[in-house]
T-cell receptor, first 110, second 111 residues
Framework: EDQVTQSPEALRLQEGESSSLNCSYTVSGLRGLFWYRQDPGKGPEFLFT???AGEEKEKERLKATLTKKESFLHITAPKPEDSATYLC???????????FGKGTMLLVSP | DAGVTQSPTHLIKTRGQQVTLRCSPI?????VSWYQQVLGQGPQFIFQ???????GRGNFPDRFSARQFPNYSSELNVNALLLGDSALYLC??????????FGPGTRLTVT
């Protein structure tokens, strides 16, 4: 059974204080690892897809990396508008469904 | 281009009732998936449809059913509602299976 564990559960940062979110996974054949951002009461917003170990993707202040066992979402000099829950999900090579972690709730204070 | 749309936005039902949720995928996307998200948890997979055929089903009781129409829109039906069915129901569409793009969700409250 595919499993995704995200840490920490919650993270509070000051504006400009860089940090990283962790996503550990076990999957029988990784087809892809996905990062989403979710604002309260809304649907997840797609950020990145990573397919193989060593791959990196960047978007504004966010950078996602992937190893064989985990992925990191690095946030550089965050702003209050980066406050949201960040979800990690894996896709099994045999299926197209996503298995999600519980998410990391990020709060960036001005 | 319009994203994934879902209706209704909010819904309040009584235990034992039935509910139908609707989803329209992004134009050109033939795959639709449904997820349930309870507060404080990540989305949990319910169903996936591709070209009007069920391609996957999550660990949910038979009270949950879905279908996809020729225009690729989809409905999720839940019968005999329980308090535990209260959640945000998310629909996602995709072109080849990944990435999946999510709609705004339908907030279902069962009283």
């Amino acid at each position: 059974e595919d499993q995704v564990t995200q840490s920490p559960e919650a993270l509070r940062l000051q504006e400009g204080e860089s940090s990283s979110l962790n996503c550990s996974y076990t999957v029988s054949g990784l087809r892809g690892l996905f990062w989403y951002r979710q604002d309260p009461g809304k649907g997840p917003e797609f950020l990145f897809t990573l397919y193989s170990a060593g791959e990196e993707k960047e978007k504004e202040r966010l950078k996602a990396t992937l190893t064989k066992k985990e992925s990191f979402l690095h946030i550089t000099a965050p702003k209050p508008e980066d406050s949201a829950t960040y979800l990690c999900a894996v896709q099994n090579s045999g299926y197209s469904t996503l298995t999600f972690g519980k998410g990391t709730m990020l709060l960036v204070s001005p | 281009d319009a994203g994934v749309t879902q209706s209704p936005t909010h819904l309040i039902k009584t235990r034992g009732q039935q509910v139908t949720l609707r989803c329209s995928p992004i134009s050109g996307h033939k795959s639709v998936s449904w997820y349930q998200q309870v507060l404080g948890q990540g989305p949990q997979f319910i169903f996936q449809y591709y070209e009007k055929e069920e391609r996957g089903r999550g660990n949910f009781p038979d009270r949950f059913s879905a279908r996809q129409f020729p225009n690729y829109s989809s409905e999720l039906n839940v019968n005999a509602l329980l308090l535990g069915d209260s959640a945000l129901y998310l629909c996602a569409s995709s072109q080849t299976g990944d990435p999946q793009y999510f709609g705004p969700g339908t907030r279902l409250t069962v009283t």
